[in-house]
């Protein structure tokens, strides 16, 4: 069962119609509306599902609910698939001579499993860092 306990929320206007993301993933433009997250972007969970032109909440801080793109089990770190649904954070190595880590950036880490697509799952809220 997933569970919440956000210690911090945000608001902002959402800039398209979000009414059925509720618990998507959510990025914060320059002027501070709310739209669809890209893949791998600093993102943030809707907490509520605002139509465009109405305040929706996000989570900053805390345990937030979040709906899953795959299967992830508990521990793992989360980041954002195309579809604003967590997917398993995951990290590449590029460079030839000298190996540098380029990797999805994290936005959670899960504290219970989505065992596939479109389940409803708890996690920690961390913004930042890379997989």
Sequence with gaps: MAVDHVLLRWAGIASEDLSAKQYHFIEVEAEGGIEVAEENSRAYVLQDAPKENQPGTYAVAG?????????????????????????????????SEKVETEGTLIVGHALTKAAAKGDLFTFVVSTGGRA
């Design 63 to 95: 345990i937030a609910k979040a709906i899953a793109g795959e299967e992830i089990l508990g521990g793992e770190a989360i980041s954002v698939n195309g579809e604003s649904t967590a997917k398993k954070a995951t990290a590449t190595k590029v460079g």
